[in-house]
């Protein structure tokens, strides 16, 4: 019987670990030195290296990578775990080698890449060497990849990129960018004449690509394989973000039940009013169920692969916005005033769940992919009637007694008179 919700002890030290960091260096690390992961300065660099010894020690750094590409290789479910604890504390994941967008463009370069590719690239984003940024969306349209229209033309011993991309997610600040064509994933550094990153939006960028140049092996993959690498990337991207979802709504909830025992209000403290608990009764439900598809879609790609659990992402992708949403909301409102504030974390959480509606593709595409797979499973009823229309089935029944009702009398006389009593009963 192997259905087991539970978490092994070694695992679950190192959780605890993970926490007591995040809680005792992570965070003021975060507060007083933001974005030290990503500092020019040396000194502030330094800051970072202590924490990351620490990490790789406990053998919890780019969790969600193979033991041959760097990783420790334990797979997805894990990783949703350590997620489950970091993902709340700003630069964890990428203190812990396991921040997006580097992780699925390191799955994608992983899976497609040739082994040239593999040690110019994957090995120095391993060690935060250089950073990535990931560029498919266009201005004219995000959810649709067929109206793309950056493309590679060879010329000579180079391809020539041209096109416009938008919402490149820290395209400004990657050393290399993976640009979808529509004729195949390419890897361009950012460098390289002819990269010209718009003024706005100032994080995720809108990228000119004017006449770009670069080497015929930056192709990765195949030639016209972009779609196939970009749902590589996205599949796992996505998985990542949800993973941390919940530990975003777990923080919120956490405030939410500090605060209703802290406060009294109408002779009692708030937690006792029945609106209240029904705020928290639903969230705990939210969060739970959200949790375990999450843990599930994770096994299922330990078990088989990001493909086989495709539909449990896409169901993952378009339920953590809306969970992410409610419970921010919910716990926002039980702090009264101070959760309107940027006092707290809460208005940033309730401001990004639009942003997790976006972010890897709008929710309605995901939902529509949902009902396509599911759909594939269902066959059309013969006939008038659906196959548990009742009459139908009861007759089917009947013929499946015919031999006793033959046999007896007894038993026709009996079913007959059970029929007439429960049409009696509607
Ligand atoms: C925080 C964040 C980070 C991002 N980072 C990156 C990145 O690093 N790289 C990158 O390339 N992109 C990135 N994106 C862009 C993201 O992939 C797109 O926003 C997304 O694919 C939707 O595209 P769009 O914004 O052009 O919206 P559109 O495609 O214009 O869609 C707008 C709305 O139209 C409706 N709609 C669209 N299609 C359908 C449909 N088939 N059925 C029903 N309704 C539909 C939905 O309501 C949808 O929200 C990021 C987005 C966000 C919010």
Known sequence: MAWDFSTEPEFQKKLDWCKDLCVNEIEPLDLVFPYAIRSKDPKIKALVKPIQDQIKEQGLWALFLDEELGGPGLGQLPLALLNEVIGAYGSAPALFGSAAPDTGNMEMLAAYGTDEQKERWLTPMINQEIWSAYSMTEPQGGSDPNLFRTTAVKDGGEWVINGEKWFTSAGRAADILFVMCTNGMFVVPRDTPGVEIQPFPSSHNHIIYNDVRIPLDHLLGPEDGAKVLAQRRLGGGRIHHAMRTIANC?????????????????????????????????????????????????????????????TQIATIKFTMARV?????????????????????????????????????????????????NVLKSYRPHEGYWPTEYIPAKKAKAREHFAELFKSDPYYEQYADGMEKYMRGRH
């Open 250 to 310: 777990k923080k919120a909830f956490d405030m939410m039940c500090e605060r209703a025992l802290s406060r009294e209000s109408h002779g009692k403290i708030i937690a006792e009013h029945q609106m209240v608990q029904e705020a928290i009764a639903e969230s705990y439900a939210e969060i739970e169920m959200l949790r375990l598809l999450v843990l599930h879609g994770a096994w299922t790609i330990d078990n088989s692969s990001t493909q086989a659990a495709r």
């Open 324 to 372: 992410l949403k409610d419970v921010s909301f919910r716990a926002l409102h039980i702090m009264g005033s101070l959760g309107t504030t940027d006092l707290t974390p809460l208005q940033a959480m309730y401001a990004a769940a639009p942003t997790m509606g976006l972010a890897d593709g709008a929710d309605e595409v995901h939902k529509v992919t949902v009902a396509r």
